[in-house]
């Protein structure tokens, strides 16, 4: 491993999507409130990731940013500097119009093809702004099947991170070729359900020590796991439900990410990690040096 003191990475990610975006019944793509308008918005998410990339750069924390391509798309009019600015980072891909693949909420499944040409889409637009090579993806809603996972193999991506699992080690699907960087919910140490998404701390329902806690406390159970950390650049200043935040609440919810990310990187036995340099890892986290599987029980999920 590159660093022999960290027990456990942390990879900060952010899902950078339409403000307070839905589903709607009916439509492929989601909306900003009031779905009525039939619009997205990104005014609070610009405002929110350019907030949090300073944050970063302050901090000196390279991140994963998952764009949705319509997104991005509107956010480099506005900023012509977007590739520049997101140049420590990595670019993730979250869609073109931040489609639910499965259907649950739209009524509208998407079939392997639809979705092939929905992510070949979104894959051309992300290039055109960031011209970087994109490896990872996190499926819109959490929403995904094996249908979608094996097409991101098949499509050359090298991990998916859309999976939500009490397991902070890496899987291999084997089927469809892809690593799963699953998002945690797991109880940690004190009882108490830990989530990789940081709305319970901004909401109140966890404090920011007790989640940095949690995150250490798991670093002695595997070497080489991963905690990953997310949420959108428009909870800063909205709800999901699209209510507006305060002043006062959106400058407590950015010190919520500044003391999280300070808590975690004053934490020892923690590494940050950007989760395409993690994949880098995963074959050592995953085989000995004799190549023998570290964890044979559950070293491969099958899709
Ligand atoms: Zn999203």
């Known amino acids: 491993m590159a660093n022999e003191k960290a027990r456990l990475f942390v990879a900060f990610s952010l899902d950078v999507d339409p403000d307070s975006n839905r589903a709607v019944r009916g439509r492929i793509d989601s909306l900003s409130p009031p779905p009525e308008e039939g619009r997205a918005r990104i005014d609070l998410a610009h405002r929110g990731l350019i907030e949090t990339l300073r944050l970063l750069e302050r901090l000196n924390i390279p991140a994963s940013l998952f764009f949705e391509a319509r997104t991005a798309q509107m956010l480099a009019e506005r900023e012509?500097?977007?590739?520049?600015?997101?140049?420590?980072?990595?670019?993730?891909?979250?869609?073109?119009?931040h489609e639910d693949f499965v259907g649950t909420a739209t009524g509208i499944p998407i079939n392997r093809a639809q979705a092939k040409d929905i992510i070949r889409e979104s894959l051309q637009i992300l290039d055109g702004i960031f011209s970087r090579k994109i490896t990872g993806f996190r499926a819109p809603y959490l929403r995904t099947n094996h249908d979608l996972l094996s097409l991101l193999g098949e499509m050359g991506f090298t991990y998916d991170s859309s999976v939500i699992s009490d397991c902070i080690r890496p899987f291999y699907m084997k089927r469809a070729s892809l690593w799963e960087l699953a998002l945690a919910s797991l109880r940690a140490d004190s009882g108490r359900r830990v989530i990789s998404y940081l709305h319970p701390v901004f909401e109140g329902k966890r404090d920011v020590k007790e989640y940095v806690w949690a995150i250490g406390s798991t670093a002695h159970k595997i070497k080489g796991g991963l905690f990953i950390i997310a949420f959108h650049p428009w909870e800063l200043f909205a709800t999901p439900s699209?209510?507006?935040?305060?002043?006062?609440?959106?400058?407590?919810?950015?010190?919520?990410?500044?003391n999280v990310l300070q808590g975690l990187k004053a934490t020892p036995e923690l590494k940050f990690i950007r989760l395409d340099q993690y994949t880098a890892h995963c074959q050592d986290i995953l085989h000995d040096e004799q190549g023998r599987s570290r964890y044979p029980q559950i070293h491969e999920i099958r899709v």
């Open 80 to 97: 012509p500097d977007l590739n520049a600015l997101t140049s420590l980072h990595e670019i993730g891909c979250h869609s073109h119009r």
């Open 242 to 258: 699209g209510r507006l935040l305060s002043a006062e609440d959106s400058r407590k919810r950015v010190d919520v990410v500044a």
